[in-house]
């Protein structure tokens, strides 16, 4: 038995006759016959009341057709399923953030992806640390990282890198502090603060990009606080526990007793986009596409 002679059986007693259904399926009557026979042969069972006029359903037939019609519509969406996944319009996919994108990128892309791929399951894990995303797009938990390139990452061959954005840097200082009156701060200023910044010790690429700019200023960083997470960094600059060097997204997260000002410097801060090598799901494509867009508006 193969499916056609379900489809058969279903357009002749969908239609209780021969040549209508023959006509319906787009094929000679005879060959129908012949396959509804075999049908009925294999099964052995009469499914059909055969008369010069019309053709009825045995009480077998009557209620073979509700487990037919049942099997090809289970099939019908299977393939429709399939074909949507395949082309990107369904499915499941995991986006991870770097803190600073969290509270910019990251929402507008949220709300895009949500009306353009409606039919896609997507979710999303912000304040991540960049070489833990790298280690969750290796171990599958995410298909798409919103990164800082980081030492470790230049050798990583398992990864594909785009380049997304370079990000100016702003300073993130207490009200009431010295330095918030001033429309733009120096690096230079910043010397003998106590600096709030991310986990360091190869896990943040911030901490790397703050403590350099300190250096190739003249002095060394007064670190005071680490921490995981850019919600935290600027609540303690709220608390007035220190400053912070961030990109300039960060500033979209408002939090009462924190101020920003730009920090004058010819440096800048790269965020990209890291994906699986060799993952080259429509889906993912799809969803590339609508980060660009995001990116370049």
Do not use: W
Not at 36 to 57: A, P, Y
Not at 162 to 173: M, Q, W
């Amino acid at each position: 038995m193969e499916l056609r002679h379900l489809r058969y059986f279903q357009a002749v007693a969908e239609e209780k006759h021969f040549g209508r259904a023959a006509q319906r399926l787009h094929m000679a009557q005879p060959p129908l016959s012949q396959q509804i026979k075999q049908l009925e042969d294999e099964l052995g069972v009469s499914l059909l009341r055969r008369t010069t006029r019309r053709v009825d359903l045995t009480p077998a037939g009557e209620s073979y057709l509700v487990r037919v019609r049942a099997i090809l519509q289970a099939v019908d969406a299977a393939g429709d399923e399939a074909l949507r996944i395949g082309s990107g319009l369904e499915g499941r996919l995991v986006v991870g953030c770097v803190g600073s994108a969290t509270y910019s990128l990251l929402p507008a892309l949220a709300r895009a992806l949500r009306e353009q791929l409606p039919g896609v399951d997507f979710a999303f894990r912000g304040e991540m640390l960049s070489p833990d995303q790298l280690d969750a797009l290796r171990d599958g938990s995410i298909d798409l990282a919103l990164m800082r390139p980081f030492a470790d990452l230049s050798q990583a061959v398992d990864v594909v890198l785009s380049p997304l954005r370079e990000e100016r840097y702003v300073v993130a200082l207490p009200e009431g502090h010295r330095l918030a009156g001033r429309s733009r701060v120096r690096v230079a200023d910043l010397r003998g603060e106590d600096l709030i910044v991310h986990s360091g010790h190869g896990r943040s690429a911030m901490y790397d990009a703050v403590t350099t700019l300190c250096r190739n200023a003249g002095f060394e960083p007064s670190v005071r606080h680490e921490v995981a997470e850019t919600s935290t960094l600027v609540t303690f600059v709220a608390a007035a526990l220190g400053v912070a060097v961030v990109p300039e997204p960060t500033s979209a997260l408002v939090v009462a007793g924190t101020v920003y000002r730009p920090l004058v410097t010819r440096s800048r801060m790269e965020l990209v986009a890291a994906t699986r090598a060799g993952d080259d799901s429509a889906l993912l494509a799809r969803t590339l596409r609508v980060l660009g867009e995001q990116v370049g508006s």
